[in-house]
């Protein structure tokens, strides 16, 4: 593996916390992003929207203000969903956001606005396409158009990464990796990016193991090693890296009568046991047609950055995976601390872990720097927890290392 993608994994994982968005003009209709399969509606009907299609609430700085405040470190965001229609400005089709009302490139104001503030940016873009006429006729064609969509984004935008969705069809592929990759000739196309891009980040969601040039293994509504919902590889595969992608309700795409906003609870609790896993969170939000996010959305992703602005230390730039499961929580660490996250204290108020031959500096709760008392018999070391934490959602306990 080249330098350069071994540098851009380890940036990658250090972002730990990004902001998904799926945004098209299936917002116009609010009923989610699958509306024109999952409504069979004909390509001639679906083709009316764009001409309907103006954000003009659309505000790449205000996304961005969200995104900084949530405590977010990058953006993954929809060029092109199912459905095919471009989100930006492509030079392969008219059936492009730049060919509305709108007129504007939303994906150029983004990536200018992450570009000023640092902020990541990677593209989802779905290989899959429910409207190119080459898709289910001539594969040739259909191939030389999607690769070259991917191509332009890298080339007009300066992604970190491509995030590709939808290589799972047709079913004959979708549990066979070697079967997909020779369908859709996916090791020959990353060969075709790196060569270009040596240090870009590759992730295609087939919930299988990776391919060699993969760099990402997403964990689909599920948390690392759970799969509770049976489409995601079972366990983290060793040296890839991991991550979670979670609406922040039900639905990717904007969905008028989704009101299962997850609480701020339980997204604090997956963002911390995916960095326990050694993972990062894509947490989604799917915005409305006139270019905003729900408020209810942008209230969540605030208190989770607040969470995030006492606690970030335990969660930017650490590593997974310190301890095995444990009753109370999960653990991460940097170079000179051990954090243990809090979720379900133990009932007499003592946390215990094995931490053989860690030579102890200080133990304090993150948030408030307060001392705790800990004691070490053998090599197990046992901390008390005040009987109030300051984050019933997730309280961190630091253990500074000499
Ligand atoms: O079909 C897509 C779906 O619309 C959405 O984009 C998710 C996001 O991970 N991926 C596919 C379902 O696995």
Not at 20 to 45: C, D, N
Not at 94 to 102: A, G
Not at 374 to 382: G, W
Request: hydrophobic share 35%; aromatic share 12%; glycine share 8%.
């Amino acid at each position: 593996m080249n330098q350069e993608r071994l540098s851009a994994r380890e940036a990658f994982r250090k972002l730990r916390y990004g902001m998904f968005v799926h945004w098209g003009v299936y917002s116009l209709l609010g009923r989610g992003e699958w509306v024109m399969f999952q409504e069979k509606i004909p390509v001639g009907e679906y083709e009316k929207l764009p001409p309907q299609f103006n954000p003009v609430k659309f505000n790449a700085g205000e996304w961005l203000d969200v995104i900084e405040s949530a405590g977010m470190r990058y953006l993954t965001i929809t060029s092109k969903h199912h459905d095919g229609f471009c989100m930006y400005d492509s030079d392969l089709t008219d059936y492009k956001i730049t060919n509305t009302p709108f007129r504007r490139d939303p994906i150029e104001e983004l990536a200018s606005e992450c570009q000023k503030r640092g902020i990541a940016l990677m593209f989802y873009y779905s290989p899959l396409d429910w409207r190119h006429p080459d898709y289910r006729g001539d594969w040739a064609a259909y191939s030389a158009y999607w690769k070259g969509q991917v191509e332009e984004l890298i080339r007009k935008y300066n992604p970190i990464g491509i995030w590709l969705d939808g290589c799972w069809e047709p079913e004959a592929v979708r549990h066979d990796i070697h079967a997909m990759d020779e369908l859709w000739k996916l090791s020959e196309f990353y060969a075709q990016l790196r060569a270009k891009n040596p240090g870009l980040i590759i992730c295609n969601n087939h919930h299988l193991e990776p391919l060699p040039e993969e760099d990402i293994q997403t964990f689909e509504q599920d948390l690392p090693g759970q799969n509770k919902i049976g489409f995601n590889y079972t366990m983290p595969v060793e040296g890839a890296l991991g991550e979670t992608c979670l609406t922040i309700n039900n639905n990717w795409g904007y969905h008028h009568r989704d009101f299962k906003h997850k609480p701020v609870e339980e997204i604090i609790r997956a963002l911390s046991f995916c960095a326990h896993a050694d993972a990062n969170l894509l947490l989604n939000v799917g915005p409305r047609s006139d270019g905003t996010i729900q408020p209810e959305h942008t209230g969540r992703l605030m208190a989770v950055g607040g969470w995030l602005a006492r606690n970030g230390d335990a969660i930017y730039g650490t590593r997974g995976k310190v301890f095995g499961e444990t009753p109370w929580g999960g653990a991460t660490r940097s170079e000179s601390a051990i954090y243990l996250h809090v979720w379900n204290a133990p009932v007499d108020g003592w946390l215990s872990v094995d931490m053989p031959g860690a030579e102890i500096q200080e133990v304090t709760l993150l948030a408030t720097g307060d001392s705790l008392a800990y004691d070490r018999r053998e090599s197990r070391l046992h901390v008390k927890l005040p009987s109030t934490l300051p984050d019933p959602a997730n309280s961190v306990v630091k253990i500074a290392l000499k």
